[in-house]
């Protein structure tokens, strides 16, 4: 059963542990609640994870590239003789030293563009400028995709910005969270208002992710917990001003919940075919024990004034890094978990694997121009493997990596 994991922090794993891995600033986890529905899987299905969310991501990433921040990365390489900028040997170069290259192909990727080339002594130093960005989310789905999980939504919204302006000591200003939370500034991209604009967003993208998938398949989109427990929370800034954020805040993300609930019916009802696409948030879940993900989190959201000692989200008042703040600790990363987990597999309907027979495969195969004459058979013999395995095994995946040599003489 192959699950992809798309989507912003709250799916990467902000707050489950701080063994991250993966593209910088991403924060994925080994730890949180998608690795632990997978883990759950396993019990019964091979369920092999493949994780894309990263922080900060908004409903634009899943099928756009997305930069990470403004500034290039600038890498110089020295090569003999008297060059020009755009020389493909500094290029080759620049290759074979691996600067301006990521140990995540496929996820994130760099642009790079020649700045200056300098000669002196008979060798030329040219320099570059590497930009830094995430692949497309979705790339990672496909036909043999079986599970899409992700959460989305709250960072087009501008939650973090929320949570600065709202909740953080020493920051918050009822002034800007009340143009926050109700979008009173025109030129602000948050508020109230703009819920609309994320739901066609959002119901786009579903529509868009399900033609990607086959209709056996499934998206499943979970909501968020509430950032404030309590309804009677109100914030003051030196008694000149004060804002009713408990009852405020609650109601915002209630919209929210329902500008997602209304989108996902929406991609449920497209013509087009795919994968269907279940909503874990605002209405009653499957069964008469199904909980959305605010019932799960009743009595264990934050406050904004005091303390929940009870708390099933990393609050200001730990002693953690920020980017941790206001999202799932280990036991909020649980609960996740089991909203998955009152759903089954979500009739995926993939086999469970008896005993032993889970294969991955990997070909290694020397793609350089001398195999011309070879190449051919070499294809065929690894076809009659895969249809081998694939007849005598529950489970199995296949990889194929290629190489050639001479870099340096064919530019490749």
């Known amino acids: 059963m192959n699950v992809v994991l798309l989507g912003d922090s709250y799916s990467a794993g902000n707050g489950a542990s701080h063994d991250y891995y993966g593209p910088a600033?991403?924060?994925?986890?080994?730890?949180?609640?998608?690795?632990?529905?997978?883990?759950?899987?396993?019990?019964?299905?091979?369920?092999?994870?493949?994780?894309?969310?990263?922080?900060?991501?908004?409903?634009?990433?899943?099928?756009?590239?997305?930069?990470?921040?403004?500034?290039?990365?600038?890498?110089?390489?020295?090569?003999?003789?008297?060059?020009?900028?755009?020389?493909?040997?500094?290029r080759n170069e620049l290759r074979r030293q691996r600067k301006c290259e990521t140990r995540y192909p496929g996820d994130e990727a760099y642009r790079v563009e020649a700045a200056s080339a300098f000669s002196l002594a008979g060798s030329t130093t040219v320099t570059y400028r590497c930009w830094r960005y995430m692949e497309p989310q979705a790339e990672a789905v496909s036909k043999d995709t079986d599970l899409v999980l992700l959460t989305m939504g709250g960072n087009d919204l501008q939650f973090s910005e929320i949570v600065k302006q709202c909740y953080v000591a020493g920051i918050r200003d009822p002034g800007e969270c009340r143009k926050m939370v109700e979008g009173l500034d025109p030129t602000d991209p948050s508020g109230i208002k703009h819920i609309p604009a994320v739901e066609a967003d959002l119901r786009t993208m579903l529509i868009e992710l399900r033609r990607k998938m086959r209709p056996d398949a499934r998206i499943v989109l979970l909501g968020y917990p509430y950032l404030e427990r309590d309804e009677d929370v109100e914030i003051k800034l030196r008694f000149r001003d004060s804002y009713n954020l408990g009852e405020r805040i609650r109601y915002f993300q209630r919209l929210g919940d329902e500008a997602q609930e209304r989108a996902v019916a929406a991609a449920n009802a497209s013509d087009d075919p795919g994968a269907g696409v279940v909503f874990i948030g605002r209405s009653p879940a499957s069964g008469p024990t199904a909980r959305t993900i605010k019932e799960r989190f009743k009595g264990h959201e934050p406050t904004g004034v005091g303390k929940n000692d009870d708390r099933w989200i990393v609050e200001p008042t730990d002693t953690v890094l920020k980017e941790t703040w206001y999202h799932p600790n280990p036991r909020g990363q649980e609960e996740y978990a089991w909203a998955l987990k009152e759903f089954g597999d979500f009739g995926t309907a993939v086999p469970a694997i008896k005993g032993a027979g889970s294969v991955d495969l990997v070909f290694v195969i020397d793609t350089t121009g001398s195999m011309g004459d070879a190449i051919g058979s070499v294809k065929e013999g690894a076809q009659r493997l895969v249809a081998s395995v694939r007849a005598s095994s529950k489970s199995a995946r296949f990889a194929l990596v290629d190489y050639r040599d001479f870099a340096e003489r064919i530019g490749d």
């Open 25 to 90: 600033g991403c924060y994925r986890s080994k730890d949180n609640w998608a690795e632990k529905y997978r883990a759950w899987l396993g019990e019964s299905t091979a369920a092999p994870l493949v994780n894309r969310a990263c922080s900060g991501g908004v409903v634009a990433n899943i099928f756009g590239a997305r930069s990470h921040g403004d500034d290039a990365q600038l890498e110089a390489v020295t090569v003999p003789g008297t060059v020009g900028k755009d020389d493909l040997g500094a």
